[in-house]
């Protein structure tokens, strides 16, 4: 069982915490817990945007401009009101709307965030000091985030700075399964052994509300399919041999080049 008094879960996007460890935090908030999750790519872009952020708007049935980034912090502060946590937002932006050293779009082409592009822009530092501004504010005694499963480079570079500061920190982390990127495929065995966390039923309900906020992320995730909690369960059902569960690595005993390589 995972307990702690003060909980940062820094998330990459607007989603990803509470699709991946929703009622993990449910949970913990319900026990008291004071929970804090701070998205880090969620600044407003400047207008015009690249090809592949437009037509990421209209996958998601967002306006074709920067509103459409309000509206997503509306529907995650929604999300967090029924986890019980609360909800803080950076103002980095996220890879469909960066532009490379060059000037060109990171993001040339819809894939291309999966490309191990970090070596086309210097972002970095400013990942890392975002990150630790929000650990000075909260003070945790447990961070948790993503593990990058799937490989985008906005989840790679929140992992490697969140970890690196956990490890000067000396605070307890602990890693996530990226949902749904993980969807259909087996634990990776390089991170090491992985803790299966059971999901009480009424914290797996309001993961499950909390996620249906986010009307805009579940259009484009499951285009077309409107019984995405199905796919949601059924993955939980199969980590957890049978019981409703979500996925973590304990971040000290995963190999610290792995852990720390943005790759």
Known sequence: MIQAGRVLAVSPHLDDAALSVGALLAGLASGEAEVHVVTLFAGPPQEPLSPVARAFHADCGLPGDST????????????????????????????????????????????????????????????????????????????????????????????????????????????????????????????????????????WARKQKAIACYSSQTQMLWPGQSDWPHALRAHALDRGEGQLAEVLWDATRAPHDWVLGCH
């Open 68 to 203: 459409a980034v309000e509206m997503r912090h509306h529907e995650d502060l929604a999300a967090m009101g029924v986890l019980g946590a609360r909800g803080h937002h950076a103002d980095l932006l996220d890879a469909v709307y960066r532009r490379r050293l060059d000037g060109g779009w990171l993001c040339d082409h819809d894939r291309a965030m999966f490309d191990g592009m970090s070596a086309a822009e210097d972002i970095m530092a400013a990942v890392s000091a975002s990150v630790e501004r929000f650990r000075a504010l909260v003070a945790p005694d447990l961070i948790l985030t993503c593990a990058a499963v799937g490989g985008h480079t906005d989840h790679l570079l929140v992992r490697t700075a969140v970890m690196a500061i956990a490890l000067r920190t000396e605070t307890e982390a602990f890693l996530w399964e990226d949902l749904p990127y993980a969807f259909g495929t087996t634990l990776p065995p390089d991170i090491g052994p992985a803790l299966r966390v059971p999901a009480a039923p009424n914290d």
